[in-house]
């Protein structure tokens, strides 16, 4: 997205309509362009030469502030859950109340921080297109290959492996906790995970350095987000595989420069686990 005189023009009459402009406060020699929210300046800035799309850097500490709040969130949802199991609830209460404490609180972090950055259309990079239909499955697709790769490397080294799914057994399972799992698994977590760490985390730590390495660090963090010390040295194995997940989602956001085709990958990905575990075939 590039700097348009009659953007500006709307933006110097007072038309706040969000959009990169000339910055304010560059000099005349490097003149640069800043994100305007809507409401007032964000810090988000670039070259005046550099055409721009809405794939735009989000500062660093939002992106680590939404970070630490979702592992904050985690932890603190095994110890809820832990502390609530003598109730005698049904078992689906105990999910919603799973994914409320630990999704709900770095939502309510990145609606207050991004907000300041932009519009709500900044979170996914972009609208929506009909060949996201087509992209997505393709994403789905580098995703198997890439834990396919990495499951015969630390098949070949031994390195530990426990899968986060391994527990699920369809046959003990009560029908209402099942719909749960998979609204919560194919829905609820690839919306909320993309839109966190490829919306946020990936655009905020595009201004410490080149794509590559923004791809690489937020796809580390998306595999150790989902590590669990009950599994103990199997998180291994399984932190490795989700950080390669991890970066093919965000190398597709990257490309792409929107989430919609990582999301859907993600929810194909989640859906079809899901399946094989409750199946028995996993």
Same mark, same amino acid.
């Given at each position: ?5 009659? #953007?500006?023009?709307?933006? $110097? ?13 560059? /000099? ?17 800035? %670039? ?20 970070? *630490?709040?979702?592992?904050? &969130?985690? =932890? ?5 859950? $832990? %502390? ?11 999910? *919603? ?12 972090? *990145? ?7 932009? &519009? ?10 009909? /060949? ?37 057994? /369809? ?7 099942? !719909? ?8 609820? *977590?690839?919306?909320?995970? $993309? ?8 655009? /905020?730590?595009?201004? !410490? ?21 009950? #599994? ?7 932190? =490795? ?7 093919? !989602?965000?190398? &597709? ?23 094989? %575990? ?5």
């Amino acid at each position: 997205m590039v700097v348009a005189d009659d #953007r500006q023009a709307d933006h $110097e009459a007072g038309r706040v309509v969000p959009g990169w402009y000339r910055d304010p406060w560059s /000099s005349s020699r490097r003149p640069n362009v800043r994100w305007w929210n809507g409401t007032g300046w964000t810090t988000s800035v %670039a070259p005046l030469d550099q055409p721009r799309d809405e794939f735009a850097p989000v500062p660093v500490r939002t992106g680590l502030l939404v970070l *630490a709040t979702l592992v904050v &969130s985690l =932890i603190g949802s095994r110890f809820l859950i $832990e %502390a609530l199991v003598d109730f005698d609830w049904p078992i689906v209460v105990f999910v *919603a109340i799973g994914a409320l404490s630990g999704y709900g609180p770095p939502v309510i972090v *990145a609606l207050r921080l991004v907000r300041r950055e932009g &519009s709500p259309r900044f979170w996914f990079a972009g609208r929506w297109r009909v /060949s996201d239909l087509g992209w997505g499955p393709l994403t789905w697709l580098a995703c198997v290959v890439g834990q396919i790769l990495a499951a015969l490397v630390i098949e070949a080294t031994g390195i530990p492996f426990t899968g986060n799914i391994e527990d699920l057994d /369809s046959g003990d399972l009560p029908r209402d906790y099942l !719909l749960s799992i998979l609204v919560i698994g194919v829905i609820v *977590a690839p919306v909320v995970e $993309e839109v966190l760490f490829r919306g946020i985390v990936l655009r /905020s730590f595009l201004s !410490l350095g080149s794509w590559w390495f923004a791809v690489s660090l937020q796809g580390i963090f998306f595999g150790l987000v989902h590590a669990d010390p009950a #599994r103990g040295s199997g998180n291994i194995g399984l932190v =490795i595989i989700l950080t390669v997940v991890g970066v093919v !989602l965000g190398g &597709s956001t990257w490309l792409l420069r929107r989430i919609w085709p990582a999301m859907i990958a993600h929810g194909i990905l989640n859906a079809v686990a899901l399946t094989l %575990a409750l199946s028995g075939w996993s």
